[in-house]
């Protein structure tokens, strides 16, 4: 807006002080500007009620607040919607009344989490110490951030990991039943399967294909045994000088034995126990001969502690894992059904701002073949269009039917290439039946 403009408004706003529409055209042309001072003067001493509408009090918050007048824009910014409590935040952090400057920081985004400025959340979670001054030394105050009693720290270096049990995942039932059966209760009643010389423990080894909670399966039944979890990850076992991986393996193992009952978990398995006939180094070797003996050996005493293995490759493990004793029992982990991929959608929906009118049964009838990984990453795309929805309107849009529609049709199923290849391992390499959980599931995949 020109100068000559501005002042020509200026002198009509003068002649009716009371048009608040041109209060507002004023206000805001003048802040455009950068001139709060000569729009704090413009708003001179009108208070809330000389001003008609909420938006216009809004814009005298913004300028008593730019202009150096944070008490002032206190009592313009009374109201309870998002942007006059994100305002009142402001201006209490101006007043160095940081606590109510944080809730009302968290009732504005609690509203609209367009509103979220994570700058400002910063600046609202310090603390503020005055050191009194002196008649040589004037008070003193000090800015402090994150905790004093170095738990930033602890939290940093022990990550909390909240329990998981069969609640968190979604279908898998038949599966669910069979853990229950076979390794959950023999830990619960250890001394009735004592009595028929049972062993508590064992090995089981869950194979797949990548995404359909293989991982989240281990940790749950670790949850539901309410058992020690170890999670071996690769690199916690393999090392580049001669020995050393055997060793690191056997101490993970006598950690395990020393803290019954207890899961040991180790995922991609294939890459610590693959074939040996196809192994070129004798260190590869002597490893796989390690956990076979670490697993079953003549000394080993592995009551109380299971053994889960989890693979995308089952045809690449060494045959010697699955006799018996050692991986004796094999579980296939498919892609979920047309009703676990609901209550896994619903799931993954549960606690994100949606519509009561989001489709879940057209969303689960038309994406067979998906993993929970890829239905994750549905409910994920979902979730970017509405955000992106929220910034554009200014206001925020809950993830709604047509989002999920359109990450429908963006998203393909990741399964199909391992069931094409699992398929060929079930028709001519399944003499000891292993794969006959897969030949089923491939007969009703067309169906789920």
């Known amino acids: 807006m020109d100068p000559t403009t501005l002042e020509g408004l200026k002198a009509a706003l003068a002649a009716s002080p009371e048009n608040d529409k041109l209060l507002t055209i004023v206000l805001t042309a003048l802040l455009e500007r950068g001139s ?27 300028v008593c607040l730019q202009a150096g007048e944070p008490s002032r824009a206190l009592v313009f910014a009374g109201a309870e919607s998002g942007q006059a409590l994100l305002l009142r935040a402001r201006a209490l952090l101006a007043l160095d009344r940081l606590p109510e400057g944080r809730d009302a920081y968290d009732r504005a985004v609690a509203q609209n989490s367009a509103l979220e400025d994570p700058g400002l959340r910063q600046r609202l979670a310090a603390r503020v110490r005055a050191f009194p001054g002196t008649e040589d030394r004037p008070t003193l105050k ?22 998981v049990t069969f609640a968190d995942v979604g279908g898998l039932d038949e599966i669910k039943d069979q853990i229950r059966k076979r390794i959950i209760l023999p830990f619960q009643k250890p001394s009735l399967f004592q009595k028929f010389k049972k062993r508590v423990g064992g090995g089981i080894l869950m ?47 006598e950690k395990a034995r020393a803290a019954p009952p207890a899961v040991v978990f180790f995922d991609e398995i294939e890459a610590l126990g693959g074939k040996r006939q196809y192994s070129r180094e004798s260190l590869t070797s002597k490893l796989v001969s390690q956990f076979l003996s670490e697993m079953d050996g003549f000394s080993r005493n592995n009551q109380g502690v299971l053994i889960l293995g989890a693979t995308n490759v089952p045809w690449s493990v060494d045959s010697a894992f699955l006799r018996p004793g050692r991986f004796d029992r094999f579980l296939f982990v498919p892609p979920p059904d047309r009703s676990a991929r609901e209550t896994i959608l619903r799931l993954h929906l549960e606690g994100r701002p949606s519509q009561d009118s989001v489709d879940i049964s057209y969303l689960a009838k038309n994406s067979a073949g998906f993993s929970g990984a890829d239905l994750r990453h549905l409910v994920e795309t979902a979730a970017d269009h509405a955000i992106e929805a929220t910034l554009a309107q200014g206001a925020e849009v809950p993830i709604e039917d047509d989002h999920l529609k359109a990450a429908l049709r963006e998203i393909k199923p990741t399964t199909l290439e391992w069931l094409t290849t699992a ?7 399944n003499e000891a039946g292993q794969y006959d959980a897969v030949l089923e599931f491939l007969q009703r995949f067309g169906k789920s």
Request: charged letters at 25%.
């Open 36 to 62: 709060a001072v000569e729009a704090l003067a413009v708003l001179g001493a009108r208070t809330p009620d000389d001003v008609a509408t909420e938006d216009t009090r809004l814009l005298a918050a913004k």
């Open 142 to 163: 000090v800015i402090e951030r994150g905790p004093r009693d170095g738990s930033d720290l602890g939290q940093l270096l022990v990550p909390e990991v909240e329990p």
């Open 207 to 253: 194979f797949g294909p990548p995404g359909c909670g293989k991982t989240l399966l281990a940790r749950a039944t670790a949850g539901e045994c309410q058992a020690h979890f170890f999670n071996v990850a690769i690199s916690d076992v393999l090392d580049m000088y001669v020995g050393e991986s055997e060793s690191k393996l056997h101490a993970i193992f």
């Open 423 to 429: 398929r060929n391992y079930a028709r001519y390499a």
